[in-house]
């Protein structure tokens, strides 16, 4: 038909990529390079493309004979990746409130208004989505693109969807005054406090991992595994 648009050709990378850290593949699931390339609509070549870079990223596992898989992130890997992500965040949070636009600040408040809101309603896991679209939001304001990159390679472990710590009883309410204090800070431009506060924030996340893990181990009478 003339005069009509073409779509824009789909990156097969990114779109998996994309699909594994929104928890739309999860971990441990068979991925094969059929189902992917009818999925989004590219060759079974530039499936296999992309699932070796991921595998190299480490995000997806290749196993002779079984093939591809989501890959499942360890207790103790989790607990670096969020470590690191504090780092990575806090310098994001702290260039965030430096450069941030008006329109992403009031953003920031919609989404923090909207988890407020989720979370007297006792809609966690709503409220684990909302959290995830804040970081990205603040990531995205801060305009730093060397940590955009590095966090979106550890955004892409599946921690979030591996290990909900937002359901550890009380995390909820603590999750939500440390993203309020993240946004008040930014929309302060107080660069400072804004590092501070999202260094804390997910150092505390690191932290009820870890005590969420310790804790399954201790029901468990062979104590070789805790989160499946």
């Given amino acids: 038909m003339a005069g009509a648009r073409r779509a824009a ?4 990378y990114e779109a998996l990529r994309d699909d594994i850290a929104g928890g739309r593949l999860l971990p441990n699931e068979r991925l094969v390079e059929h189902d992917l ?21 480490r995000v997806i596992v290749h196993e002779p004979n079984r093939g591809a898989r989501v890959r499942i992130v360890s207790e103790a890997e989790a607990v ?5 992500r504090a780092a990575l965040e806090g310098i994001a949070a702290a260039h965030a409130a430096r450069h941030a636009t008006d329109e ?14 989720l ?17 990205a939001l603040i990531l995205q304001a801060s305009g730093h693109q060397t940590v955009q990159l590095l966090a979106a390679r550890l955004n892409s472990q599946m921690v979030r969807f591996q290990y909900r710590t937002i359901l550890v009883a009380g995390r ?8 309020r204090e993240i946004v008040e800070a930014t929309c ?18 690191a932290r009820a991992l870890h005590e969420r893990v310790m804790a399954l181990a ?3 009478p062979d104590r070789t595994r805790a989160v499946g």
Avoid: F, K
Wanted: net charge negative; charged share 30%.
């Fill in 37 to 57: 390339a009818r999925r989004y609509g590219v060759s079974r070549g530039a499936v296999r493309t992309a699932l070796v870079r991921l595998e190299q990223d």
């Fill in 188 to 205: 302060a431009r107080d660069s400072e406090a804004a590092e501070r506060a999202m260094r804390a924030h997910l150092s505390n996340v």
């Fill in 104 to 117: 992403q600040l009031a953003q920031l408040r919609e989404i923090a208004a909207e988890m407020a809101q």
């Fill in 119 to 135: 979370h007297e309603h006792g809609d966690l896991l709503d409220m684990s989505e909302a959290n995830a679209r804040l970081h």
């Fill in 80 to 84: 670096e990746i969020l470590e690191a």
């Fill in 9 to 12: 050709p789909v990156d097969a």
């Fill in 172 to 179: 909820a309410r603590h999750s939500l005054a440390e993203h």
């Fill in 218 to 220: 201790d029901q468990r």
